[in-house]
């Protein structure tokens, strides 16, 4: 009897289902560690995945169980397949962790595609110590997993092609078969977005709820697998309703009279020796417009007296924390992040590298004959910029390794703002011609506890390790305010006409739990100033980045473009819009349906003409960044 029962625990297809035993086992396992990491071991919230909602929890577990067959079938190791899986869910879980933890929200498939190329990056962001751990942690358990491997074939031998042919023959038949089923299942639930999807159909019968304007509560609600199905790539922009050539040929006509109006006391020739310096400065904030914080010193008195004496205000921003490219990204093509579906999380990774040519402002900058130069004081790789800064038009790009000037201050790891600033006045000094220069720094970038050697004392802060994160935070923002006080000595005394935009792209995440309000988090301070002529005093209501370049033509003096205009207008209308909300011209957030009719008008407009710039066929494209005729064309 015994011996029976030997041999047939030993058969083939006891091995076969003992081995598909194990392969739902760890499906399960690595899905369930997946919600863990996402929701903080919240069990109370993991007892609720696994009673009330639990077929969205197999749902989920269902396709990483797609992904354990498929590399148990390729690899042909029951358990080195099940140790990839367990670990690559224990990493992907931990960086939702760390990500939410930072900036407010999980990973997203576009961040797990840039991670080989922002390695590095990464481990400055979290630490070296932690980034080793990680390594030798996976290292052990897919260690573990060869060995237990090893001692399961001594017990459940392979079959040996020389004795048993067939049989083993058979045994890689199975293994193309579930390779080609498991593939080909996995494909079809990457077109999680595709008309008809089952997958989807199956996630929303059984009571998925999405939430575009809330990915972390998609993430949560839903499973961090649908979440992250959710966010996989899908057209950019739905085409609007009445989207034609017709269409875009009447909204150029409408924007090239409000151009031409603008343009009647505008000098058409008002950028030919000027200089466009437009500068992103990393976690660029007013600490002290949140009340409780009390710092020992002011760490931006020259901003904030540069901004009383010209145009500035504070501009929305997407993202909370990070998303530093978003923001870029919006500057130069005057496309909002809040008009592209949500699952746009990135367009320099998901959007403009797919094209040879993007409409933006420095394509229009050339085209009055402006030079165009970009430069980012850090590595190349991040946010793929070095194929990003091309497709845009720059004529010429550099990173840190082609700067002269990298210096650091005390601790920091990051090129300093000063040292930045003297690359930025160097370039410009060598350029006979008139330059439209885009820079982005690094100096005040996270972590920022720990960096300098006379960090400000601060107080109002919930704990101690957020007083160190606000204290250096505070000091880094002190020097780059210094190093603009020097910036703008030397603009002034290269004797070149130059505007100069300088704007922050987020808060630096170091606001949780202080009680900050969400609108707070997401406001950073903008200025516009000028060497030359007269300075426009100007306090605006919260803008968004869509509109500083209008405000460096205003600044200049120059003509706009219909596509300008029609900005021009819809700041009138809509100062700011995220994906939640507008703010209207009274600096009050509003609905939709709370939106006067013109307003509304205008934002349909805006919609329509980035559609066509961004994925649509691009009807409007010459003709709204061209200066308009002396009668708009019919």
């Not at 500068?279 to 002011?298: H, M, N, W």
């Not at 160097?426 to 100096?443: A, E």
């Not at 400000?456 to 000091?475: S, T, V």
């Amino acid at each position: 009897m015994g011996s029976k029962v030997v041999r047939w625990l030993t058969s083939p297809a006891a091995v076969v289902g003992w081995c598909l035993l194990v392969t739902v086992v760890a499906a399960l396992g690595a899905n369930l560690s997946l919600e863990l990491w996402h929701t903080g071991g919240n069990t109370t919230h993991i007892w609720s995945r696994l009673t009330e909602e639990l077929p969205l929890f197999l749902l989920g577990s269902l396709l990483v169980w797609l992904v354990v067959v498929l590399l148990v079938a390729v690899l042909g190791r029951l358990w080195l397949g099940v140790g990839i899986t367990l670990v690559a869910a224990g990493l992907i879980g931990y960086a939702d962790h760390v990500k939410r933890e930072l900036l407010s929200e999980p990973v997203f498939p576009s961040d797990l595609a840039a991670f080989p190329g922002d390695a590095g990056f990464l481990t400055q962001m979290v630490g070296t110590r932690v980034v080793v751990t990680m390594v030798a942690v996976s290292l052990v358990a897919l260690a573990g997993a060869v060995l237990l491997g090893r001692l399961a074939g001594k017990a459940f031998p392979h079959p040996d092609r020389r004795t048993h042919p067939r049989l083993a023959w058979s045994m890689v038949g199975l293994r193309v078969v579930v390779a080609v089923a498991a593939l080909a299942s996995l494909a079809y639930s990457l077109q999680f977005h595709s008309p008809g999807n089952y997958v989807r159909a199956a996630y929303e019968r059984y009571g998925a709820h999405w939430r575009p304007w809330h990915q972390t509560m998609n993430y949560t609600d839903n499973g961090v697998v649908a979440g992250i199905l959710y966010n996989l790539p899908m057209p950019a922009m739905a085409p609007p309703p009445g989207y034609s050539e017709e269409a875009m040929r009447e909204i150029v006509a409408r924007y090239s009279a409000a151009a031409l109006e603008t343009n009647a006391g505008r000098d058409p020739e008002a950028l030919e020796d000027v200089n466009v310096l437009s500068i992103l400065s990393e976690s660029l904030s007013d600490p002290t417009r949140y009340g409780p914080v009390q710092l020992a010193e002011d760490p931006l008195p020259f901003t904030r007296q540069l901004m009383a004496r010209t145009t500035s205000g504070n501009m929305l921003t997407e993202k909370y924390g990070g998303g530093t490219a978003n923001v870029e990204f919006e500057v130069l093509t005057g496309m909002s992040i809040s008009q592209f579906r949500p699952q746009l999380t990135t367009p320099y990774q998901m959007l403009v590298p797919h094209y040879a040519e993007f409409p933006s402002a420095v394509r229009f900058f050339e085209s009055r004959g402006l030079r165009s130069e970009s430069l980012h004081s850090y590595t190349s790789t991040l946010y793929r910029r070095a194929e990003v800064y091309p497709v845009l038009g720059f004529d010429e790009i550099a990173f840190e390794d082609d700067m002269r000037y990298t210096s650091t201050i005390d601790d920091s790891r990051f090129v300093s703002d000063e040292a930045t600033f003297r690359e930025v006045l160097d370039r410009l000094g060598d350029s006979d011609d008139p330059v439209f220069f885009n820079v982005v720094t690094m100096q005040n970038h996270f972590p920022t506890a720990g960096k300098y050697d006379d960090p400000i004392p601060a107080l109002g802060m919930p704990d101690r390790e957020a007083d160190a994160h606000l204290e250096h935070y505070a000091r880094g923002l002190r020097h780059s305010d210094d190093a603009l006080a020097e910036l703008l000595e030397g603009l002034e005394a290269s004797g070149e006409k130059t505007v100069l935009v300088i704007y922050g792209d987020h808060l630096p995440p170091i606001w949780q739990g202080t009680g900050m309000t969400p609108r707070m988090k997401h406001e950073t301070p903008f200025l516009v100033y000028s060497t030359f002529g007269r300075h426009e005093v100007e306090q605006l209501p919260t803008t968004d980045p869509v509109h500083l370049v209008n405000h460096v033509l205003e600044a200049a003096g120059a003509p706009v473009s219909p596509y300008y205009a029609l900005l021009a207008e819809l700041e009138k209308q809509v100062p700011a819009m995220t994906h939640d909300y507008f703010i209207d011209p009274t600096n009050v957030q509003r609905e939709w349906e709370e939106l006067p009719a013109t307003s509304q008008q205008v934002l349909d407009d805006y919609r329509m003409v980035q559609y066509d710039l961004s994925v649509g066929l691009r009807y409007s494209e010459e003709a709204m960044f061209a200066l308009p005729l002396e009668r708009p064309p019919s």
